[in-house]
């Protein structure tokens, strides 16, 4: 079975630093990309970025670019996104999401609830 | 960046009527690459249709895909209760992919 499970919810403070994970299994995790998708509070999905594991392409929206980093170790097939400086507004939920190649995301990870509060 | 538009933001039906969805992109979209996405509160997005028209493994055949060039429509035939959710549409040509601000279908 294709799974991505995700890392568990955070909590933390504005100027902290943060990485969460995506744990693949089920399918050869070096053959698709995985990409990242906010959703705030009450609101829509946003793309973020997204890696192919396989040589480590990546790309990311405008509006996350130099903020976050998205990155794999495939050796675990896990994939990570990570800030160096948190701010309140980057309280969210955060989903990875796998993709093939000229296909859309079809296997989601459940999401990480991540909360920044002074 | 490709900018989708979906309209209505909210549509209020009743079971057993039909919804149409609208999302209209910024520019031409191939219709390989435009998808449809169903979220229920508290739970991950679910595709739908990809490809504009194919419905995804287990959809109904009551969700109809449509479209071309930068309009694409999702039609619900005969709602039942599970269909009332948040539908969003997708772009995965044009980097950074982007997906519409979805058009939320409640009970009337």
């Known amino acids: 079975e294709v799974q991505l499970v995700q890392s568990g919810a955070e909590m933390k403070k504005p100027g902290e630093s943060l990485k969460i994970s995506c744990k693949a299994s089920?399918?050869?995790?070096?053959?698709?990309?995985i990409g990242w998708v906010r959703q705030m509070p009450g609101k829509g999905l946003e793309w973020m970025g997204i890696?192919?594991?396989?040589?480590?392409?990546?790309r990311y929206s405008p509006s996350f670019e130099g903020r976050v980093t998205v990155s794999a170790d495939k050796s675990i097939t896990t994939a990570y996104l990570q800030w160096s400086t948190l701010e309140a507004s980057d309280t969210a939920i955060y989903f990875c999401?796998?993709?093939?190649?000229?296909?859309?995301?079809?296997?989601w990870g459940l999401g990480t609830m991540v909360t920044v509060s002074s | 960046e490709i900018v989708l538009t979906q309209s209505p933001g909210t549509l209020s039906l009743s079971p057993g009527e039909r919804a149409t969805l609208s999302c209209r992109a910024s520019?031409?979209?191939?219709?390989?690459?435009l998808a449809w996405y169903q979220q229920k509160p508290g739970q991950t997005p679910r595709l739908l249709i990809y490809?504009?028209?194919a419905r995804a493994t287990g959809i109904p055949d009551r969700f109809t895909g449509s479209g071309s060039g930068a309009d694409f429509t999702l039609t619900i035939n005969r709602l039942e209760p599970e269909d009332f959710a948040v539908y969003y549409c997708?772009?995965?040509?044009?980097?950074?992919?982007?997906f519409g601000q979805g058009t939320k279908l409640e009970i009337k």
């Open positions: 999401a796998r993709r093939d190649l000229g296909d859309p995301f079809d296997v």
């Open positions: 089920g399918y050869r995790f070096t053959n698709y990309w």
């Open positions: 890696i192919y594991p396989g040589d480590s392409d990546t």
């Open positions: 520019q031409t979209v191939t219709s390989r690459y």
């Open positions: 490809s504009t028209s």
């Open positions: 997708h772009q995965f040509e044009i980097s950074p992919h982007t």
